[in-house]
């Protein structure tokens, strides 16, 4: 039973690794010409790789750390694939918003990520 939970564990970071992937490329397919977007995009798939490059070098998955630590690791990349997700969606207006909140996402997530002492 433990070895397929970590078996679906990985498949969900995977999986959400793939998305944050594919929707950063969306982002700089859609404004290649906007530094202040691009730069918001790369900052966040930064920080999804580094997130990405915790879980990957957890040094023995059956010896799990606290579930904690995996589902706010999980959340943390859900919000900010949300956030790239977002960037490809907004106009007008609507982009301006979704900037302000993408700065704020990423000043969050880096404060928890020393928070956490990763």
């Known amino acids: 039973m433990e070895k ?10 995977r999986s959400l690794s793939k998305e944050i992937e594919e929707r950063y490329e969306e982002v700089l ?11 918001i995009a790369d900052s966040i798939k930064k ?16 010896k ?3 579930d904690s630590l995996y589902s706010t690791l ?4 859900k919000d900010l694939n949300l956030t790239l997700y977002d960037l490809t969606i907004a106009e007008g207006e609507q982009l301006y918003y979704v900037i302000s ?5 990423i000043s969050g997530a880096n404060n928890l990520l020393e ?3 990763l």
Not at 4 to 13: A, G, K, N, R, T
Not at 49 to 55: A, G, R, S, V
Not at 74 to 77: A, D, E, F, K, S
């Open 4 to 13: 397929s939970l970590l078996v679906l564990e990985d498949m969900l970071f």
């Open 29 to 39: 397919s859609l404004y290649g010409g906007d530094m202040e977007i691009i730069n």
């Open 47 to 62: 920080l999804c790789d580094y997130i990405l490059d915790i879980y990957k070098n957890i040094p023995d998955p059956t």
């Open 64 to 66: 799990k750390l606290s």
């Open 74 to 77: 999980y959340y943390l990349l």
């Open 101 to 105: 909140s993408a700065h704020q996402k």
């Open 115 to 117: 928070r956490l002492a």
